[in-house]
């Protein structure tokens, strides 16, 4: 019994959305074997959103994220580049309100890159996503 007690308080692989301050702020979130992350450089302006896994992603001519739950949407973008051996798919832009309102108020994101589609889950991610929203507010004016 203190053999299951103590596999109880093991520390599992967390997969939690963290924000993290800085230049650029970041939002990360990990399931599986994927790993996605949104930048802001409020410097610039520039959002970035960069969806990586440990295979290659097939050539696509779009990106797309549908946002599933009570608030639904569908963003998709032919502006996206391809790096780290095929594994990462990057977009960025000069707004990212409605990739921010999908990640924020609803409960899973489709993402898509060719015929490639799989789901990752949002729970948890409204308080890390609002504080990504206000990063701009911690950088010092000039």
Known sequence: MRYLAFL???PCPAFAWEFTPGLPCLL?????TRQIELTYDPMQPLYSVTVTQTTPFSDSPFFAMTFNGPRPNTIAST??????????VTVTDTG??????????????TI???EE????????AAGPVQAFRDCAA???SA
């Open 138 to 140: 911690d950088v010092p």
């Open 96 to 109: 990212f309100g409605n990739v921010l309102d999908g990640l924020q108020y609803n409960l899973s994101t």
């Open 28 to 32: 990360s979130h990990t399931e599986g």
């Open 8 to 10: 109880a308080i093991l």
């Open 79 to 88: 502006r996206h580049t391809v790096s780290n051996g095929g594994r990462s």
């Open 117 to 124: 589609k799989f789901d990752v889950q949002l729970r948890g």
């Open 112 to 114: 898509i890159v060719a």
